[in-house]
């Protein structure tokens, strides 16, 4: 949560498309944060799809706030490109 290019924080996710609106929903409860919202700046994270081919995951800059029910955060506004659309600074 916050600035600069190294996070030690780290989380599974199941990654969603539907459409053209992509989402990412954590698998672990707690491993973000153990509070009820988590400060996302924008980010491009390097990825191997499924061919081998490096894409980016672009996540925008977002609040997110813990599931009541599931307990799960969900990420939105999600993108794939071939390059970064976000400089991680």
Same mark, same amino acid.
């Given at each position: ?23 990412? /929903?954590? &698998?672990?409860? *707690?491993?973000? %944060?153990? #509070?009820? !919202? ?29 599931? /009541?029910? &599931?307990?799960? *955060?969900?990420? %939105?506004? #999600?993108? !794939? ?9």
């Amino acid at each position: 949560m916050g600035y600069g290019n190294v996070c030690r924080q780290a989380a599974s996710v199941v990654i969603n498309q539907t459409g053209p609106a992509v989402t990412a /929903t954590t &698998t672990d409860t *707690f491993g973000l %944060t153990s #509070l009820d !919202f988590f400060l996302m700046p924008d980010r491009s994270l390097e990825y191997v799809d499924e061919k081998g081919s490096h894409i980016f995951l672009n996540i925008p800059w977002q609040m997110v706030y813990r599931d /009541t029910a &599931t307990q799960q *955060f969900t990420f %939105t506004g #999600l993108s !794939f490109s071939e390059d970064a659309a976000y400089n991680n600074d």
